[in-house]
Each structure stands twice: as C-alpha cells, then as structure tokens.
DNA sequence: ACCCAGGAGCTGC
DNA sequence: GCAGCTCATGGG
C-alpha cells in the first residue's frame, strides 16, 4: 500500500476534526447518485449523513477540505471505511482509455467526485427493495418513515436526534400492519420476506459478503421482489462489490446509444460498477459538462 | 390527467 | 427457456 491520500488534523475551532484528501470526493454528486437515501444537505452547503446508529456531518471548508461533525477517534473507526478513503477513485478512473472510449472518459470526468459508500447491507437491501418502480423523494420518505416505526431513536454528537435504521427483528415485528404506515405499497411484503430471509438463515449475508459480484447477485435474486436490478445495486452498494453492474432505464439508454455495438464488461472489470455510476450521472444529469 | 419507476406471475411460443 | 404482456402503488 502506498501512503494514504488522505489525512486528518484536530478541531480547527469549528469543527471536531479536518479531512484533507487529493482523491475525488464531491458531497454533492455522491448525495445525488442514488446509492444512498439518508443523506441530507444542510443549509450552509454541507451534508448529514446517516449510518447505522451514527449521524455525520461534513462540509467542504476549501480544496480537498471538509470539516467533520466526529473527533479523529470516531472517523478513523467509523467513517474513513464508510468514505472508502482507502480506495483511489483517481486511480480508478484513470485506467479508462480516452482514445479507446471517449464517452466513458467524458462521463468520468464529469462525474468524478462520485465514490462507492460501504454502506450496511441490511439496510442497502431494504431500501434498494423500497426503491423499486420508484424516483428517490418518494423512496426517501419510505425509509424515514420506517426508521421513525421501527428504528432506535438516537441522537448525534450536535444533540439532533434520528432514528437508526431497523433491524430485522425490528421490521418484522413491526408485521405488515405496521409496515402499512410507512407507504411501502405492494412492497411491503417483499420488506417482510426480507426480514424473515435473514433471520430464518434463508439468505446468509455473510455469505454474500464473501462471493464475488456475480455470486452475490445471483443469492440475493432468490429473495422474494429481489430481481436483477435490485441485486445489483444491492451487491455494488451493500456488499461492495465494484464490478456488479445496475442496469436500470438510465443505463439501458447510455448502453443503447453510446453502446450499440456491445458494452466492454470484461475490459472494465473488476470496477464496472465505478464506471456505470458516473456513466448513469451523466445521462440522468443531462450530460453537462 | 398523465407519466415515471422494477419484479412477479401469467400466457404463448 | 424466454419474450411479451399485465398488475400493483405513490409522487411529481
């Protein structure tokens, strides 16, 4: 390992702690990117974020800076791993070949900032099953709603309170009459299949946890409403696993017109899911840039 | 009013 | 097997 590209120092007088780091961070496109939903941009520009039963709160102060809500102790233990500051998102997109592929390239450079949270999968997989046939302000409002049902009320280092996000026995025993609140829809079953999955030891995250992308998909889609899209993300966004590869309306779009004569998955691997989020930001964004 | 978003479950080949 | 339907649901 090289040193990393990051670096923490003490309360500059406002904040607890500073990260500086050269690698690509941008707050703004990773909250947009749809990998997560309990992020929320606050009024002076910076982000709470959410995780497990921990709440963050980091703002650009200037180049490669960000302010943070936690002491070092805490980001070192909890956040720099939630970050994945430990992979180089640079590194990544310079393996793309402009000549070779000049959409990607164009994508990348537009997107760049966009890194892969290591999120919980219980949780990704919940919301990734709430986020079907559905846009991200409605699936938002599901899972606050849930959390507020059935998650742990906590409260942040600031004294804001939140609710963390439910545990499988806290979902089921919520059942589907408590579900009904929480404006799952035809979805609610598929939540509580979910539950009674993991805790009857029908699906073994762990095992997920250790197979490859294609693996991990492949036993996420024995869940009941889990299908190809859904276990990918899943796979990619919980598990962590950067070459599985989403293919939702956005991608089909950039794999029909960019693509048509076939998308190179085996010249990506093993970071396809890198590259289909900056291509899928492009497109859904408008292809500023 | 209308359009958008994935998966299950069915039909027909 | 697999392509092509329909259904259920809430938000913009």
New binding site residues.
């Given amino acids: 390992m090289t040193s990393p590209a990051w670096s923490l120092s003490g309360s500059d007088g406002v904040w607890h702690s500073v990260l500086t780091t050269d690698d690509d961070l941008d707050l703004a496109l990773i909250a947009e990117s749809g990998q997560c939903f309990r992020w929320e941009e606050l009024p002076d520009g910076g982000y709470g974020a959410i995780h497990k039963a921990r709440r963050l709160t980091i703002e650009p102060i200037g180049p490669g800076t960000f302010g943070l809500s936690c002491d070092n102790a805490e980001f070192l233990d909890i956040w720099a791993d939630y970050l994945d500051l430990n992979e180089s998102y640079r590194a990544i997109r310079e393996r793309i070949d402009a000549h070779a592929d000049p959409f990607l390239a164009r994508a990348a450079e537009a997107e760049k900032g966009i890194r892969i949270l290591r999120q919980d999968p219980w949780e990704t997989l919940v919301s ?2 709430i ?5 991200i ?2 699936i938002k ?2 899972i606050e709603l849930l959390c507020e049902k059935a998650g742990r009320a906590c409260v942040d280092s600031q004294g804001q309170p939140f609710f963390a996000f439910p545990s499988p026995e806290e979902v089921l025993s919520l059942g589907m009459e408590g579900l ?1 609140d929480c ?6 079953k ?1 939540v509580l299949a979910a539950a009674r999955s993991v805790l009857d030891g029908e699906i073994d995250l762990n095992e997920v946890a250790d197979s490859d992308a294609d693996a991990a998909i492949e036993m996420l ?1 024995t ?11 899943v796979a990619l966004f919980g598990f962590h696993k950067l070459d599985a590869f ?1 293919v ?3 991608v ?1 779009r950039v794999l029909k017109s960019e693509y048509p004569q076939g998308y190179p998955l085996k010249a990506y691997s093993p970071y396809n899911g890198v590259y289909q989020q900056y291509m899928f930001a492009f497109y859904r964004n408008g292809q500023e840039g």
């Fill in positions: 990734f099953i986020s079907q046939n559905r846009n302000p409605a409002r599901s009904a404006k799952l829809g035809y979805r609610d598929y889609m869940l009941y409403g889990v299908g190809k899209k859904v276990a990918s993300c989403p939702d309306v956005w089909k």
